[in-house]
């Protein structure tokens, strides 16, 4: 079987490893125009903390997508690779002076190994008028050690990566049984799909190694450390593609994180980074089978993870590999 996923961002790498896995004899090949740090998934702080809003097809189906993902990260965390795939634990609290509702998750809270409302204590860690708050402990993904890892161990077992812009998925007819679409916000464009929504973030990168902990305040407001640094964020600007660092967002998320943990004021920024996450309600992880002017073209999606795409990208590539062997075996047909 020869299989082509197109995209190499955290979604296109994990999903090819895990068809790697699934199919040792299947000639795997990642074809993409941008690597690294040229796409979304190197912007990210790579926290696990999929929002509420973050579904799938079935409420059912998006809890096995975060339990598979967490377990999977969990397993990397736990090996003796952990620091070179950029995996780690964190522990933080999430504040709000607003309302109960943002402090509590129902698809991580029994997931995690620790998630629990905050003591009047805790509730005076940070400056501000605190009502509310959870202590949580979960993962970071750190995509700027993931990637080359990834794709290390993507060669490593055989497959082969190619640079090209497709332009139409019926250009990959022919040289290709099975097609996974992993292209992100690209989708939009490929697939003609109004659904997915483009939605703005900046973050900023800091020296401050005695930050240990993560913080989420109101107004979007995160600080999470990770192996090269901590991430300061954040903001989400709807249907924005303006990929230039803003001075006001810059001053924004800069005060707001210094206010929530003051000892920030003397950390140096290193990097100011902005990305477009790839928003679609559901995600999209299904086949298609297209009618092209060659022939039937068979394509997985797996696209549309919004602001959560590193780290629920293991669940949904193990879904999309199922579909891949669905397809394949003609379990499911035209
Ligand atoms: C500021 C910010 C903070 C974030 N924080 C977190 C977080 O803490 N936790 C979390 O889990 N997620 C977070 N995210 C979300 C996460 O970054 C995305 O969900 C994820 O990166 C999406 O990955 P992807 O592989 O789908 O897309 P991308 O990383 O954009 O990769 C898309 C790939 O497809 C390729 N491609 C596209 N079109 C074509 C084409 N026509 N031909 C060839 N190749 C093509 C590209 O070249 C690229 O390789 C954050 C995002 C932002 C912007």
New binding site residues.
Partial sequence: MKIAV????????TTAIELQKEYRNANITI?????YK?????????????GTSFSGPTEEITKKWVRDSYQHWDDIRKSSYSNLAGVCEVSGYILSSYSQSITRNFLIEDVLPAYRNATEEELKICPGNWKYGSFFTTL??E?GLYLPWATKNFLDRGGQIFN????DFADLHGTYDIIVN??????K??CNDRKVVP?????LKVHAPWIKMAYYGDYDTYI?PGFSGV?L??CRNFESVDMTPNKYDFDSIKSRCEALVPSLQTAKVTEV??????HRDPVRVEYEFKDTSQGILKIIH????????????PGTAKYAVKLVRDVWTGYSRL
């Avoid at 040229?38 to 999929?50: C, E, K, L, N, Q």
């Avoid at 090209?164 to 332009?167: G, P």
């Avoid at 939605?199 to 973050?203: P, S």
């Fill in positions: 197109v995209g190499s961002g955290v979604v296109g790498l074809i993409a125009d941008n690597f040229d796409t979304t998934s190197y912007v990210a702080a790579g926290i696990f903390r999929p970071v993904t995509c090209r812009k497709i332009n992993c292209t992100g916000l690209e989708a464009n490929l939605i703005r973030g900046q973050v999470v991430t964020g954040g980074k902005v990305g477009l996450r790839p797996n696209y549309g993870h919004g602001g959560y795409g590193v780290t629920t990208s």
